[in-house]
């Protein structure tokens, strides 16, 4: 554990490490190689790790027989939907609770995380009736208010974290110069915020992107998102390995991109606060 | 020092969140309640009528009650026991001077950031199908028989799947309580002679012990409701034996259209995990005071 600083130390140390991180690595790296494979190669005994004809046939395949763009579409609209509303409702909410702290602020705080605690299932069966009633089934608006509800609390929380962060003082000075609320806001507030706000944002995309409850109840073709359309490669017809790679590399490749770049924020939302 | 006119402005801003927040809550739980004491099948329109408890009686007493609590508790069980060791061992692998670590560190939270339905069809169909999966291939390198992952041992293989995907949840989080452990300590340490068993067991692992808690609290809630990599793999069998909770709860509702039984289940799975929830949120309202 403590190796110390030999270099062999160091090299026999860094080739285990990374033996075990590809390990782990593996069934990404496994889906995207068999996405470039022809649907015989990706099925073949032994698998060919570089020998084989690369193709993107399946990716244009994906698109021909499924619209997969449609899919794409809905996902970006609902996980960016979700965020910008989530955003109007959580930077007004933990902007009040971390500048205009009431005795019952932290008692709303709580509150609202149990709110996120409920597990879905124990209100699958109203909602869907109610969205049934409305005609809010298989439509994107809909989708958007439950991912944007469920959310919500983790938003204001990870808003929270950042905005007690920014010291007071500066707001004190703007509102002796003069500067009403929202002018404070907008040029005092805003700007220290920024970071923390990109962070949240970032990670309510993440979440409402993976999503895999509501979006398999509650939509059917409409509104389905990608959690929906990889889903649907459940009941297959023939073979499909290669083409459910490339559909799954297309579906998970945006979202990677945006994990690891905010992956050390991460840990505060996840966590409300509790680790940073 | 707040005004009483910031504190009404307050108010007024944190009061539209709460507002949705409650009827995001509230009224859909209300009415779980209520139909959870209603004889009320979706086949059957009109025919509503108060039963008192007996959804819950029947649900249960129902023997797919008792296999799907055990089939929950086991899938949460193993997946905590396999991200939080893995978590920490990965942890302290990933604290050390490594090559390239940053881009390691990358591969390694890479599997939390994929989407569950993805995760499952990957891992059920590239990696675990009997005949021409990575893992029969290598069994058969080995000359051992290909095991048939999701005929003969179904949740076990819904808690390697589910395992791979919260192990960078663990790492992540069990990584950053790591590097604000004061390394003085543990030099002082190291200088009275402690060695590396001894450094872990009454230094590292003391410190890791609030995070370590974090991880445990918020991964139960997530995994108390893990439902579509159920969905898509298995879809709860063979028999029973991938149905957890949630997912018995869905069938009920969405394909036997009872909605009285689905609600009665749903309370049920709510108060499972308010057991859970009342734990973290004392941890994290105790942190929300200093």
Known sequence: MENKQTPLGYISFSVFAWIVGLLIFFPIFWMVLTSFKSELEAVSIPPSFISFDWTLENYAEVQERSNYFKFAMNSVILAVGSTLVGLVFAVTCAWAMAFNPTKRTKNALLWMLSTKMMPPVGVLVPIYLLFRDWGLLDTRFGLIMVLFLMNLPIMVWMLYTYFKEIPTDILEAARMDGATLPKEIIFVLLPMAVPGIASTMLLNVILAWNEAFWTLNLTTSDAAPLTAFIASYSSPEGLFWAKLSAASTLAVAPILVIGWFSQKQLVRGLTFGAVK | ?290
Request: hydrophobic share 55%; glycine share 8%; no cysteine.
């Open chain 2, 1 to 290: 020092m707040s005004t009483r006119a910031s504190t009404l402005t307050g108010r007024i801003m944190s009061a539209p969140s709460i507002i949705v927040l409650f009827l995001w809550m509230a009224v859909p739980l209300g009415m779980t309640i209520y139909f959870s004491f209603l004889r009320y099948n979706l086949l059957s329109p009109g025919m509503e009528e108060w039963i008192g408890t007996l959804n819950y009686e029947f649900f249960l007493t129902d023997p797919a009650f008792f296999a799907s609590l055990t089939n929950t508790l086991l899938l949460v069980g193993s997946v905590l026991v396999i991200t939080v060791v893995g978590g920490i061992l990965l942890g302290l692998m990933l604290d050390q001077p490594i090559f390239g670590r940053g881009i390691l560190r990358l591969l390694v939270i890479a599997p939390f950031f994929i989407m569950p339905t993805v995760n499952a069809l990957v891992w059920k169909n590239l990696l675990m199908d009997p005949v021409s999966g990575m893992f029969a291939w290598l069994a058969s390198l080995l000359g051992l028989p290909a095991i048939d992952w999701f005929t003969n041992i179904p949740l076990t293989s819904i808690i390697i799947m589910v395992s791979w995907q919260w192990l960078p949840f663990a790492v992540l989080i069990l990584l950053t309580a790591l590097q604000s452990l004061d390394r003085d300590q543990k030099e002082a340490a190291q200088m009275d002679g402690a060695g590396p068993v001894s450094i872990f067991f009454y230094i590292t692992l003391p410190h890791l012990s609030r995070a370590i808690t974090v991880v445990v609290l918020i991964e139960t809630i997530f995994l108390l409701t893990v439902f579509a990599e159920i969905f898509v793999t298995t879809g709860g069998g063979p028999g029973l034996a991938t149905t957890n909770i949630a997912f018995l709860v869905y069938t009920q509702a969405l394909l036997q259209y009872d909605v009285g039984g689905a609600s009665a289940g749903g309370i049920v799975a709510v108060i499972l995990a308010n057991i859970v929830a009342i734990f973290l949120i004392r941890l994290i309202g105790k942190n929300l005071d200093n």
